[in-house]
């Protein structure tokens, strides 16, 4: 698979996920509403829009938070208008017999780039709101992030192969 292909296919899976509502006794017994808001934004920036990520640790001014938002709330009505015209695209997708496949599969390519385009023009609009200075900051602050992202799956990597020797051990006194 190469990398657009699987580059797509995540994408249409996030937006699958996106529309998803499996269970809707469960949404009405979550949390308070400022915890959805939360887990909502922090969803979007980790996944949606990772660029928010590095906006997030730009000291922008009241005016640049309030113009971001502006774009960010804006687009995210659009999205929100368009997905919930894409609701069937999603039970359609479960079934690759059903006669509606191939055109839900379309749908779902569609609706990937659509969301892919959006997301990018979002970019662009947020970057223009930066002054010149946080711009230069950008390069440095991803740098950071991959750093700490590395030390993170590295933490990770030793915590799941130390468990791994601990139960290997335990294995090999008890035989």
Known sequence: MN??????????VGLLAMTANADPAADAKASSPEHHDMMKHHHMMMHDRPFMMVVHRLDLTDDQRKQIHAIVEKSEAQEKSTMANHKDMQTG???????????????????????????????????????????????????????????????????????????????????
Do not use: C, W
């Open 3 to 12: 990398k657009a292909t699987r580059f797509l296919s995540l994408a249409i």
């Open 93 to 175: 997708l479960m079934s690759p017999g059903d006669a509606n496949y191939a055109n839900s599969v379309q749908a779902a390519k569609d609706a990937a780039v659509a969301h892919i385009e959006s997301t990018s023009q979002d970019n662009v609009a947020i970057y223009s709101v930066l002054t010149a200075d946080q711009k230069a900051k950008i390069p440095q602050i991803i740098d950071e992030m991959k750093k700490h992202m590395e030390d993170h799956h590295q933490k990770m990597k030793q915590h799941h192969d130390d468990k791994g020797q601990k139960s290997g051990s335990s294995e090999q006194h008890t035989h």
